[in-house]
């Protein structure tokens, strides 16, 4: 037998069987696509995710104005967060109704939701997605983490202010979630991804959380100014906290008038200013307002969606109101102001001056003819010089989460429930407001008259729609009950009937979702659903 | 890892001790095959003593050395031929001589049947395994090889699409996924290709991959049927496993050439009405429109079809020599399709050669077939304008930029197209170039005395494929400007590279354990894919001159996609069978499989299956029941999975922005990237199947077949369901969730009716029947609203779909409103809700699960004489209970669309129904498609022709249906949804075949 030929297959088989034998590790990471194992490895990574937070509320997806939508199961102009936070917080009040009768809205009017409401459903789910978003960013941010990606000290410190905004935008969603919803789970960066369902946290304990959450963020975060437009500034953490402890005794069932105070008077210290004009707050060139302190931005070139105040701006047009002088295509036909919220002003009010009346009825008989109830377009894609915003389809308007307006009545109403302060400086504050709504000092209010009623109607003015008056209604034990009946509060949406009747009080709190009970089987519903 | 080195140290040990046995004393054994009837030698018949064999010459003599010395007995096989052995004692140094007669049989149990890493004879196979060999495959033109077996195999269902070489699908025992792939896999000579229809990459679905087999390269096709046969192949093995064997060189050196011309026509076309009852339409439903009707009479589907020629030709040679042989094929193919238009034209090559060496204990093969595939496709548009298309307009128009008619006023974003402008100015067409092949060497370390029984088998084997792919639609064609997309390039050039290396050890030992012999294999098998997937898409091209050979300028810029896919298969396998006196039987398979596609929590899963067979025909007591030739009953249990579904699903993709999408920071706009919902937790899809079955064979095979039972439960399905908030990156997660079940049996018959000898009438017939009932038993258990899903789009309505995924249905029940009938006429808009009344919308309160796609029963029968010179064959298939969609009655079965601002031409089913309205949801349209076919009939004539034989035939394909279905074909495609599907071709094939 030839020995070289021998020599050449063993040789062969050899290396045949080797080969085999460095082969037994199956993962392939994916070179084409952009995945965790390598999206960390371009340093403006942190940035563009830490915007997908703030995108959260902004948009609808990651393709404007709609497409590739970031939840599931709802049409995605609907699912856009400020869209949704706006109906829970306005439509089920005195302030607003919509005429529309598309899946799950309807009921929004009338607080006759379901737990399977559409739109009920689609908030509870926005609000974990922006906690899972944060969550993820908090994940990925860790000093071990960077460490190992060897990130240097100038980014690393960059990187610690953005996850200071990431906790901020999670502990304002999570508020809205306490407020809204009562108890829901607490989720955290500690907690794994889908491992399992999340067990329930009570309202107190994330209300603890989120509270110590803004106290430790609340020195980190950027300061205010033109650069940090549009994101987390220290004010708008003492803001949120003054919006937690006003509500302190409808979350925890202890007061914390002291701590609203004194958090509003934080923010009332920093660098805001009133805007001498009140129309500029909701105009397309708000950005360039003294008194916004956190706003949700939008833009007609660059932040495009069917939510936000695109929503706000054409749902408030229609009837005979010529849409270009909104500076945008066409009405959608859809808010209009509860008869109660309209009587809210006096003649004078130039908060009321955006109004308009023409062919439309002060009373609402019914919901879904826009003639009925007087239109309210308050948010406007014009700018104070007069031009129209960049896009008529899409508006240029941000919409004001928090402004130093609003700091001013929670010092006042502080004030009054014996928070401490002043209330000769509350009655300023008040003042303030009024001057500037009246353009001079005939609508000013003498100390006798400053209440807490007065406060809350106020608020409904100084604030109106502005996605505050469910929670001011609950905190005054308003929003349900037959204290306080505003047309069509609780009634059938599709009926006849506006009158108005009393609400169970477990409206104070919206449903768990159907469906999340059952996937996830840790949760008790709220009482009455 | 330390376990493998412990293998391959083991092989490695093996191949270096092997020689050292080669030293013994030997003797030699000759003699001559030929056929116990006849008395001709047999050529190509396999002899073997021990390990040791050769094949016979053409004279039907062989010769094996190297036998070493002592008892044994010698075996000859062949196929078509029962095995024959005869007992043989050899002395060191001396010749013996043993002469065999092997017996021409259909009988099955005695054939050799290719299983996964390895042969078993068929009476001794446990598991469900079907053999079809070429000589018992459909015949006439077939461009595709999964049609050879269509209608022959029980339970295994063939759909094509009806155009040469479309796109194909398989079902093996029904549908066992809904969001992976369902398709088998495919393993042509121990290559398994990738997952997926065809097992490879096409240019479009219109075409199946596996064209580039060339059939007459195919010696059999086996498909693995239950889990205990296919669970060798582990996470792709779920829906079945197809094994192809290609053919190699045996017998005299030869030349063979085999050809055929071919003509085809439409069998059936839409039924729409003609110029002069769309004119009456018209004038009674929307007099406004008459004014644009012209005086044409123009049937469109006449001016688009037409008489479709075919030719094949077919090179062989082949031939073996004492230890070699080779085969060598090229063949041609070019087939029109019935639609003008649409082409697919084959080159192939095949090379086959195998060489022992080292006394035969070496055995070398290589296999290599390769193929350029061209295709022309009617460009999309044709069909379904050529039913919407008004009858009284015309064809030209000298006037118009085209020179083409087209409707003149009104809207034209809603108006039909002239489906001739389309089909003579636009082009679509690809080219393939796939190459399969591998290297195989085995080795038998026999001589080695401690190793007797032990074979070392190393496989490496490659696939490759490169397509190029051009859709070129012209700017001035009324299709592409009454919607501003004005001219339209596209261009793919996906490319994909598989590699596979397998290995594995077969161990006989040649002493008896206990009562009896045991055959143990293991194995390890590294396959890995790359994939290249680039494309760019044009659109308003500013010039038509470059056509489809480039990009002029174009309004807005082209849009290039550019990505790359990578996966990897890593396993080990083992089987262990047991035989008891070739009368109790068992075996216990595993495989562990590693896959790039399973998360880091489930990167391997293990697949295993046990069987069970009494050959009770065996047993003492049967002895004197001699009618019955064969009686084996089995059963058999396994798990297998179902990786059929994309890349990184396990890896949360971080997603970025359009332009539009943007956040603000400060004066900046920053692009936000998403994190996309993900459970890495992924893996396979897993089936767990039973099976028992009877193979059984009377008067001495006469009869013979067998009969099964399955039921096969599905779960770990992929699904996208809701999850619970704050648990993911989304409120949605792509996870494995859901459960099905597909139960069923099957039942096969072959029969000898004559056995005349040679010059005397053979007939021979064969019959199978099968019957599945799948039930998707649930798709997310945690939610309730989620347990419905819409699924099958349709034409008519916007995001109109007529089917549905609900638990306690079939898979794809169609989703339907019962209609209300008033003298057996449909009521226009009445429906009978669920509550028994009578509804006037189609809602939830009427929506029903409503029969499905699959068929229920699939029934397949054959039959082949021959006399003296002359055969004639001949296949009908029937399938039962499966429903179909009437997409173009419903679509365009109402008088509304004339309303359009250019009306469209009706199907005459509103004459019967007389809807003004659309009815889309109506159950109507679900018309059942039960059919009976003729698919075949085949006559030849053989001869002697100057020592030559040579043989002529003529064959029909689809030669009547007979069917109460109303549209073009009830087997329309594999979801049952008939809109404007490929016409079925009526072929007929005349051809030779000479060998030299």
């Known amino acids: ?529 | 890892m330390k376990r493998l080195r412990y293998v391959s140290g083991a092989l490695l040990a093996l191949l270096w001790m092997a020689p050292l046995g080669a030293q013994q004393r030997t003797g030699t054994i000759r003699g001559r095959v030929s056929d116990d009837a006849t008395r001709q030698p047999l050529s190509g018949a396999a002899v073997s003593v021990g390990s040791r064999g050769a094949l016979t010459q053409a004279d039907g003599r062989y010769v094996i050395t190297g036998v070493p010395a002592g008892t044994d007995s010698v075996r000859a096989r062949m196929i078509g031929y029962a095995p024959a052995a005869q007992a043989v004692t050899v002395v060191g140094g001396d010749t013996v001589v043993v002469d065999l007669a092997l017996a021409a049989r259909a009988v099955r149990l005695s054939e050799v049947v290719v299983v996964g890493y390895g042969e078993q004879r068929a009476g001794n196979i446990t598991g469900a395994v079907t053999q079809v060999s070429s000589k018992d495959f459909n015949t006439g033109t077939i461009v595709s090889p999964q049609l050879l077996i269509e209608n022959k195999v029980a339970g295994v269902q063939v759909v094509d699409n009806n155009e040469p070489g479309g796109g194909l699908s398989i079902r093996v025992r029904g549908q066992a996924s809904v969001n992976a792939g369902s398709e088998p896999l495919y393993v042509v000579d121990g290559v398994p290709l990738g997952t997926g229809s065809g097992g490879g990459i096409s240019t479009g679905r219109e075409r199946d991959p596996l064209n580039f087999l060339n059939p007459g390269d195919i010696e059999s096709i086996t498909v693995l049927k239950d889990a205990s046969a296919a669970a060798i192949y582990g996470a792709n093995a779920s829906n079945g496993v197809v094994l192809i064997t290609t053919k190699s060189g045996l017998g005299r050196p030869r030349v063979e050439y085999s050809g055929s011309v071919s003509a085809a026509s439409v069998t059936r076309l839409p039924s729409m009405l003609n110029a002069a009852q769309f004119r009456d339409a018209v004038h009674t439903y929307f007099p406004k429109n008459d004014s644009l009707l012209l005086n044409a009479n123009t049937n469109w589907f006449d001016l688009v079809d037409r008489t479709a020629m075919g030719q094949r030709h077919d090179v062989v040679l082949s031939g073996a020599g004492t230890t070699n042989g080779y085969r060598l094929s090229l063949g041609y193919s070019n087939q029109d399709g019935i639609l003008q238009g649409t082409t697919a034209e084959r080159i192939s090559l095949g090379v086959s050669y195998n060489q022992r060496l080292y006394n035969d204990h070496l055995d070398l093969r290589a296999n290599l077939k390769g193929s350029r595939t061209f295709d022309r496709f009617t460009p999309n548009g044709v069909l379904y304008n050529a039913a919407q298309m008004g009858p009284t307009q015309p064809v030209y128009d000298s006037t118009s930029a085209t020179g083409y008619a087209n409707w003149a006023a009104g809207n034209p974003l809603t108006s039909a197209d002239n489906p001739l402008e389309i089909l003579n100015l636009a082009t679509d067409h690809g080219t393939t170039y796939r190459s399969v092949g591998n290297v195989q060497a085995k080795y038998d370390f026999s001589s080695f005395q401690p190793l007797r029984g032990l074979t070392g088998t190393v496989n490496l084997g490659y696939d490759v494929t490169d397509v190029n792919r051009v859709t070129f639609y012209p700017n001035n064609i009324h299709f592409e400007t009454k919607n501003g997309t004005d001219g339209s390039f596209y261009r793919t050039t996906p490319s994909q590279v598989n590699t596979v290396l397998e290995t594995y050890l077969d161990y006989r030992p040649p002493l008896d354990l206990g009562p009896g012999t045991f055959d143990l294999t293991g194995g390890y098998s590294y396959s890995r894919s790359h994939a290249e997937w680039s494309s760019i898409s044009a659109v308003q091209l500013e010039s038509n001159l470059l056509a489809d050979n480039g990009i002029p300028q174009t309004g807005i810029p082209p849009v290039p996609v550019d990505t790359v896919t990578e996966s990897k298969l890593i396993s080990f396998f083992g089987r262990a069978e047991y035989n008891i006196g070739d009368r109790y039987l068992a075996s216990f398979s595993i495989r562990r499989d590693g896959s790039s596609r399973f998360g880091p929590g489930n990167l391997w899963g293990n697949f295993p299956a046990v069987s069970v067979g009494w050959r009770i025909s065996r047993e003492p007591f049967m002895s004197g029941a001699s009618a019955i030739s064969d009686l084996k009953l089995r059963a058999s249990w396994g798990k297998t999975g179902n990786q059929a579904f994309g890349d990184y699903l396990q890896f949360s993709t971080y997603q970025g922005c359009n332009a539009k999408a943007q956040v603000q920071f400060g004066s900046q706009f920053v692009c936000p990237f998403r994190p996309s919902a993900v459970d890495p937790n992924i893996r396979w899809e897993s089936t767990g199947t039973w099976d028992v079955g009877l193979d059984y064979g009377v008067l001495s095979g006469r009869f013979s077949g067998a009969i099964d039972w399955y039921t096969k439960h599905t779960d770990n399905l992929i699904f996208t369901v809701p999850v619970a908030a704050g648990s993911n990156l989304s409120n949605y997660v792509t996870t494995n969730i859901g459960t099905m079940k597909n139960t069923g049996f099957e039942l096969d018959l072959s029969a000898r009716l004559l056995d005349g000898g040679p010059g005397g009438l053979s007939w021979t017939a064969g019959f199978n029947a099968a019957h599945n009932t799948n039930e998707l038993l649930s798709i997310n258990p945690n939610a309730v609203a989620a347990s419905q899903i819409l699924v099958g789009d349709v034409a008519g309505g916007v995001g109109t779909k007529i089917q549905v995924l609900e638990p306690g249905q079939p898979i794809n029940s169609f989703f339907v409103c019962q209609q209300q009938y008033q003298n057996g006429k449909p009521v226009e808009g009445k429906y009978v809700s669920l509550a028994d009344t009578i509804a006037s919308a189609c809602d939830a309160a009427s929506l029903r699960a409503y029969h499905d796609p699959a068929p229920h029963w699939m029934l397949g029968f054959s039959s082949s004489m021959a006399y003296r010179h002359f055969d004639l064959s001949f296949t009908l298939r029937a399938w039962l209970g499966n429903y179909v969609y009437n997409n173009i009655a419903s679509n365009l079965g109402d008088y509304q669309e004339l309303t359009r601002s250019a009306p469209y031409n009706l199907s005459t089913s509103v004459l019967q129904t007389g809807f003004v309205q659309p009815h889309y949801l109506s159950d109507y349209y679900v018309e059942s498609g039960s059919f009976l076919r003729m698919d075949n009939v085949t006559v030849g004539y053989t001869f002697p022709w100057e020592g030559r034989q040579v043989r002529l035939f003529a064959s029909a394909q689809s030669v009547f249906t007979i069917t109460g279905y109303s549209g073009v074909d009830p087997t329309a495609g594999l979801n049952g949804i008939d809109n404007n599907i490929y016409p079925r071709s009526r072929i007929l094939t005349s051809g030779l075949n000479v060998q030299f």
């Open chain 1, 1 to 529: 037998m030839n020995t070289s030929r021998w020599k050449a297959l063993r040789t062969a088989a050899a290396l045949l069987v080797l080969g085999t034998a460095g082969c037994t590790d199956p993962t392939v990471a994916p070179k084409s696509t952009v995945t965790g194992a390598n999206f960390f490895d371009d340093p403006a990574s942190y940035q563009t995710f830490l915007a997908k937070i703030y995108a959260g509320l902004a948009l609808s997806g990651q393709a404007g104005p709609a497409g590739q939508p970031d939840i599931s199961g709802i049409d995605e102009g609907f699912s856009q967060y400020l869209r949704l936070y706006w109906e829970t917080e306005e439509l089920p009040t005195d302030e607003a109704v919509i005429a529309w009768n598309d899946i799950g809205l309807p009921e929004m009017n009338t607080q006759t939701w379901t737990a399977s409401s559409a739109m009920v459903v689609a908030m509870y789910y926005r609000i974990f997605f922006q906690v899972g978003m944060a969550n993820e960013f908090l994940r990925q941010t860790t000093d071990d983490k960077l460490t190992a990606r060897g990130v240097g000290s100038q980014l690393r410190a960059q990187i610690q202010q953005y996850r200071a905004e990431a906790r901020f935008l999670r502990a304002l969603s999570y508020w809205h979630g306490i407020d809204l919803f009562g108890s829901i789970p607490l989720v955290t960066e500690n907690d794994a991804i889908g491992a399992t369902a999340p067990k329930q946290s009570t309202r107190v304990d994330i209300f603890n959380y989120v509270v110590s959450e803004l106290n430790a963020i609340k020195g980190q975060l950027p300061a205010p100014g033109a650069a940090t437009y549009g994101r987390a500034t220290g004010p708008a953490a003492d803001m949120l906290l003054a919006e937690l402890y006003l509500n302190d005794s409808v979350y925890t069932g202890t007061a914390n008038w002291a701590g609203a105070l004194t958090a509003a008077q934080a923010v009332i210290g920093s660098t805001y200013m009133l805007d001498p004009n009140y129309q500029h707050l909701f105009m397309a060139d708000n950005n360039t307002s003294p008194e916004i302190i956190f706003a949700i931005t939008q833009d007609g070139v660059h932040t495009q969606t069917y939510g936000g105040v695109t929503f706000l701006v054409h749902a408030s047009v229609g009837g005979s109101m010529n849409a270009r002088n909104y500076g945008i295509d066409g009405g959608w036909y859809g808010l209009r102001l509860k008869p109660e919220a309209y009587a809210f002003f006096g003649s004078g009010d130039g908060r009321a001056s955006s109004f308009y009346t023409s062919g439309q009825s002060v009373v609402v008989d019914t919901i879904a003819s826009f003639s009925r109830g007087i239109a309210a377009p308050k948010f406007t894609n014009r700018t104070s010089l007069g031009d129209s915003g960049s896009n008529r389809v899409f508006v240029d308007t941000d919409f004001p989460v928090f402004r130093l307006g609003e700091a001013y009545l929670i010092y006042a109403e502080a004030q009054l429930r014996g928070g401490g302060g002043s209330r000769a400086q509350a009655l300023t504050y008040v003042n303030l407001l009024r001057e500037r709504a009246y353009g001079s000092t005939s609508g000013d209010i003498t100390d006798a008259e400053l209440t807490l009623p007065f406060i809350l109607a106020e608020r409904g003015r100084e604030l109106l729609w502005e996605a505050h008056r469910r929670t001011d209604l609950i905190r005054y034990g308003l929003f349900t009950g037959g204290a306080y009946l505003w047309a069509w509060k609780g009634e059938d949406p599709h009926g006849t009937n506006s009158a108005g009747i009393a609400t169970a009080s477990t409206r104070d709190l919206y449903p768990l979702p159907a469906n999340e009970l059952i996937a996830n089987p840790n949760l008790t519903q709220n009482p009455g659903y």
